[in-house]
């Protein structure tokens, strides 16, 4: 239970940043809490302890990359599990020049036009 002068600390605190603390008020975009941010950062930092077991610094690397892709179909809607498939399987035939459509960003996009009975 928090003490008188502990009272009176966590007030001035919250009058100090009244503006900011009541913000979400203003503007129904902003969140009231960070709880979506902090649900996107956890796997980074529960990867991150995991990345020191990853055999070498390469894998690790690798380990991230791959977390960056899967990360960024989630962002574009994109569904990891179909996106992995189609780019293991197409990125032998590909053009260099082509590979950026590769890509989470750019595949949903490009894969009606590139995969055969894309509905």
């Known amino acids: 239970m928090l003490g008188p002068k502990s009272w009176k600390q966590a007030v001035q605190y919250a ?9 979400f008020l ?20 529960i990867g991150r302890k995991n990345y020191l077991f ?4 390469e894998a690790a690397q690798r380990a991230a990359i791959i977390y960056s892709l899967l990360n ?12 992995l498939v ?6 032998d035939t590909m053009a260099e020049d082509e590979l950026y459509t590769l ?3 750019h595949w949903k996009a490009t894969k009606e036009t590139t ?3 894309a509905a």
């Open 15 to 23: 009058l100090v940043r009244w503006e900011k603390l009541t913000r």
């Open 26 to 45: 203003d503007d129904g975009e902003v969140e009231i809490d960070t709880n979506l941010v902090e649900n996107r950062v956890r796997p980074i930092a």
């Open 54 to 57: 990853a055999g070498s610094h």
């Open 72 to 83: 960024t179909c989630t962002l574009h809607g994109v569904n990891q599990e179909e996106w």
């Open 86 to 91: 189609d780019v293991l399987t197409r990125i």
């Open 103 to 105: 890509l989470p960003q």
């Open 115 to 117: 995969l055969p009975n």
